[in-house]
């Protein structure tokens, strides 16, 4: 079973909304491995990761076929679109979740038409030797804005990052954003065209 020395306890905030917290270990990797004594290479939430951004997700209940989501060390784009294709596709609200960002670019990219988008732009984004970087689920953003941006750490833009989520039938040419500052609004939407900055995500 996958442990951690430090580790992120999840906490509904209300009904749709996952609020995530964390226990920063500032001594790093390598006195994390040491206190649990279980995984040589265990990291807690705001750990340096392999590719040189920051963890903000401990999958402590293995629930996923990862452990970690890392935060990439810079934006993928300032300004770039959701997609160039306006309709709704159909992703719905349920992918916000965590461990969906990934599937969610898969889809998005696969669209029949498709050109350009923030999920093609982490796609394509390559650093510190990797280039398994995905757009991050509605969630996903959120738990990085809430462990990593709102504790000071991760270099980010006081600004309005894109997710990998639709907004849902209600507004069916739309997707959702994570507002990094605004900390109490778990998300927002605005039309498919509109641009919006790419901050990518890995798992291991």
């Known amino acids: 079973m996958k442990t951690s020395g430090r580790v992120l306890f999840p906490v509904a905030s209300t009904a749709v909304v996952l609020v995530l917290f964390a226990c920063s270990n500032p001594a790093g990797p390598d006195l994390a491995a040491d206190i ?105 953003l959120e738990a990085m804005r809430d462990n990593l941006h709102l504790a000071g750490i991760g270099n980010f833009a006081v600004a309005q990052h894109w997710s990998s989520m639709e907004m849902g039938t209600g507004s069916p040419n739309s997707g959702r954003f994570v507002d990094f500052g605004n900390p109490d609004s778990p998300w927002g939407a605005v039309t498919k065209s509109s641009t919006r900055r790419v901050r990518p995500v890995r798992s291991f």
């Open 36 to 140: 649990q004594g279980s995984e040589t290479n265990g990291y807690s939430i705001g750990d340096t990761g392999p590719a040189g951004g920051w963890i903000f997700y401990i999958d402590v209940e293995n629930e996923h076929d990862w452990t970690y989501l890392e935060a990439a060390p810079t934006d993928a784009s300032e300004s770039v679109a959701w997609s160039n294709i306006s309709q709704y596709f159909g992703l719905g609200v349920l992918s916000g979740n965590i461990g969906r960002g990934a599937s969610n670019t898969a889809l998005i990219v696969a669209q029949d038409g498709h050109t350009e988008s923030a999920a093609q732009v982490a796609l394509d984004y390559e650093a510190g030797g990797f280039d398994d970087w995905f757009l991050p689920s509605n969630m996903e």
